[in-house]
């Protein structure tokens, strides 16, 4: 081999060089960009819809969200961490599942932890301590994720037995060690504008925030009647809790709640969308929206495969 070549630069190079330098880094992508991501939760209410039910835009990012995997026994109590699957398993198999993702290289399929209620009884995030919840639920959650051929989860718990601290610590490990060991790529949270429910998620966030790919807030949580302008000042809102966070928006299929998709949902998502913060849009729940002939995810899908 030859000797290298020197590199030399003289004065009006360099000057060059940065006077254009912030101008390729402005090219690279912003890791808040927006995006083309859908998210839909599935298999809650057990009413028979099947992945296969659901449109999926070919210029969409899709993830599917299977609700719920819950760690509590059939009593039902609480197990410390030991989940068991508590979604419509006659219609959202495993089999199923591997078939979605194998036809359309750009769906994910996720699990969602925690939820309301089972069996008409609430659930709690009740660990009886936190090393061995820890330990249980990476056990058990692995378990299920590759018997389902999942890739990631998502933590939906909406109320508890224990300080927002400990909440903040078990969850956060869980989705350490899960990451860490290659079991899932990416971990949402699903909080909604409660003082208690932010404060559990909130702790979260500050100690585990980086780890966090998706902030799924349910902004349909909000009251009926919710106008477009409340809407984009309570989205704007959450971004400065969860900051630096992918905050999706959202909808609920029959429209009780929150900012209706009949009535300004997506003149909102519209504006979001020139101002570059629509990271993504989620909906509550393909269960509800199959009667309804999923005529909003074909909107919302329409809206974000437009190009930026």
Request: hydrophobic share 40%.
């Amino acid at each position: 081999m030859g000797q290298p070549k020197k590199l030399s630069f003289n004065v009006q190079q360099v000057l060059l060089l940065l006077l254009f330098a912030p101008q390729a880094l402005s090219l690279l992508p912003s890791p808040n960009s927006p995006s083309s991501l859908y998210r839909e939760y599935i298999g809650a209410l057990f009413n028979g819809v099947r992945f296969s039910d659901v449109p999926i835009h070919p210029g969409v990012e899709f993830h599917f969200i299977l609700s719920f995997a819950i760690d509590y026994d059939s009593s039902p109590s609480p197990t410390n961490g030991k989940f068991d699957v508590y979604w419509d398993t006659d219609n959202l198999t495993p089999a199923q599942v591997a078939s979605i993702k194998s036809g359309n290289s750009k769906v994910k399929v996720a699990v969602s932890l925690g939820g309301a209620t089972v069996a008409d009884s609430t659930v709690y995030f009740a660990p009886s301590d936190p090393d061995s919840w820890v330990s249980n639920a990476v056990s058990s959650l692995t378990a299920i994720i590759k018997q389902y051929h999942l890739d990631g989860i998502d933590i939906d718990y909406e109320s508890f037995r224990a300080d927002p601290a400990t909440f903040a610590e078990c969850i956060g490990r869980l989705i350490s060690t899960l990451k860490s060991r290659g079991i899932i790529s990416f971990a949402s949270i699903a909080p909604y504008a409660d003082d208690a429910v932010q404060s559990h998620y909130l702790a979260l966030w500050s100690r585990y925030g980086h780890l966090i790919d998706y902030v799924n807030f349910q902004f349909y949580a909000y009251n009926a009647g919710t106008t477009v302008s409340q809407f984009i000042g309570y989205f704007n809102e959450q971004s400065r809790n969860y900051r630096d966070g992918k905050v999706l928006v959202s909808f609920i299929s029959d429209g009780s709640s929150g900012l209706s998709p009949a009535d300004g949902f997506f003149t909102a998502c519209g504006r979001l969308k020139s101002e570059g913060k629509l990271h993504g849009i989620f909906a509550w729940c393909a269960d509800d929206s199959k009667a309804e002939g999923f005529k909003y995810e074909k909107q919302s899908q329409a809206l974000l495969a437009i190009s930026h």
